[in-house]
Every structure is written in structure tokens, then in C-alpha cells.
């Protein structure tokens, strides 16, 4: 397969807490990039992270990278409700496609 | 800048007739992608432009559907005729270089062929 798998499909917490998802892949990549899409509306860019780089931190979210085992993680650190919405793990692979998995669904509880 | 910009954002149709989806990107971005997303299939890629040309059409799923792009702030794509099973959400996305620094996103346009 060429699109990322994520994990878990489903994800619940309290505010406050802390979210990980994983993304796990077969194929090579140029980069992976995290996107979020809130209900009815279009992804959102979140952050990208390239083959040769292990951690990259924005704000709340820190992504990694382990390319031997063909994985990523996004951490969502002190989640807020209205981080609630889908996350989409993409591959960016050397013919230039972008493809996603079926995404996770978070949900934040106030 | 306004974003990516698409209209319809929702058209509803009767099965046979001709859709035409219509895409703005953001000025300057040099690369413009189709998507669409459905429940059973996710976020498929039909079909991407850089510098206004076709590079890759391979996800477009029939001759049914045909996407232009005339110049480097337009792009239209087609379905002819539509079935039910056109329905999804279609998303338009540009970036640079190809996306190594992200996509943006439109809003999506949501088709209802009944």
C-alpha cells in the first residue's frame, strides 16, 4: 500500500491530557505531513516532517519520524476541545503524490 | 490571501446530467491537485497539475471525468455524465514545488447525484 496507516481509528481524552497517533507505511517518502480536518470542512496543514529529520516540534504538536521502522507519531501535548476533529497521516513519495490514510478521529471532552 | 477557492460548495444533480467542479488556487502556488473523499474510500488523488499540465491522471476513475486547467489560477473538473456513486466531497489543493512544504486545502465542493 502507498497511504499511511494510523492508529488507533479512534482516540477519546480529557482536556488537558495528552494524544498520540501513529502512522505506520511499506513505501519510501521525501516526507510525511499531518493534516487536520474538522467536520464539514477542508485538511488543514499541520506539519511536515522530511526523510532525514527523527523530531520536529510546532507549538503543541511534536512529530517523529522513524524511518527503519517505517512509523510517526503526532503528540498533541495539553489538548484543548477544540482540537477535536480527524487526523490524516500524508506521504509525500518521490513522483510527487501526496496520499493519505483513512484518518483518526479525535475527540476531546471538556 | 483568500486560500483555495471552490465552487460550488455543494451542487446537488440529477444522474446524466454534466457537473463541472471549479478551482481557484493561491497565487503563486505552481502545483494543483484533485481529491475526493468518501466514507468507504478516504482521500483519493484523481489528478495533478504543475505548471498548468496534467503530470499524473491515473486516479481518475473513468473517461467520465475529465479536469482542465487554461491557466495558473483556474481549474475545472468535469464529470460526464454522473451516477450516484459520483457522490463525495471534492477537494481542490495547491502548494509549491509539488507539495514538499504542504498543501492548501479548499473548502470542498459536496456532489449529490441522485
Known amino acids: 500500500s502507498q497511504q499511511g496507516e494510523e492508529d488507533p481509528q479512534a482516540l477519546s481524552i480529557q482536556e488537558g491530557e495528552n494524544a498520540t497517533m501513529n502512522c505506520s507505511y511499506k513505501?519510501?517518502?521525501?516526507?510525511l505531513q499531518w493534516y487536520r480536518q474538522n467536520s464539514g470542512r477542508g485538511l488543514v496543514h499541520l506539519i511536515l516532517?522530511?526523510?532525514?529529520?527523527r523530531e520536529k516540534h510546532s507549538g503543541r504538536l511534536r512529530v517523529t519520524l522513524d524511518t527503519s521502522k517505517k512509523s510517526s507519531s503526532l503528540l498533541i501535548t495539553a489538548s484543548r476541545a477544540a482540537d477535536t476533529a480527524s487526523y490524516f497521516c500524508?506521504?509525500?513519495?518521490?513522483?510527487?503524490?501526496?496520499?493519505f490514510g483513512k484518518g483518526i478521529t479525535l475527540s476531546v471532552r471538556p | 490571501d483568500a486560500g483555495v477557492i471552490q465552487s460550488p460548495r455543494h451542487e446537488v444533480t440529477e444522474m446524466g446530467q454534466e457537473v463541472t467542479l471549479r478551482c481557484k488556487p493561491i497565487?503563486?502556488?505552481?502545483?494543483l491537485f484533485w481529491y475526493r473523499q468518501t466514507m468507504m474510500r478516504g482521500l483519493e488523488l484523481l489528478i495533478y497539475?504543475?505548471?498548468?499540465?496534467?503530470?499524473?491522471d491515473s486516479g481518475m476513475p473513468e473517461d467520465r471525468f475529465s479536469a482542465k486547467m487554461p491557466n495558473a489560477s483556474f481549474s475545472t473538473l468535469k464529470i460526464q455524465p454522473s451516477e450516484p456513486r459520483d457522490s463525495a466531497v471534492y477537494f481542490c489543493?495547491?502548494?509549491?514545488?509539488?507539495?514538499?512544504?504542504?498543501?492548501?486545502f479548499g473548502s470542498g465542493t459536496r456532489l449529490t447525484v441522485v
Open positions: 489543493a495547491s502548494s509549491l514545488t509539488g507539495g514538499a512544504y504542504g498543501y492548501t
Open positions: 513505501t519510501s517518502i521525501n516526507n
Open positions: 516532517i522530511r526523510s532525514n529529520e
Open positions: 500524508a506521504l509525500l513519495q518521490a513522483n510527487s503524490k501526496l496520499t
Open positions: 497565487s503563486g502556488h505552481n502545483s
Open positions: 497539475f504543475n505548471n498548468n499540465v496534467p503530470i499524473d
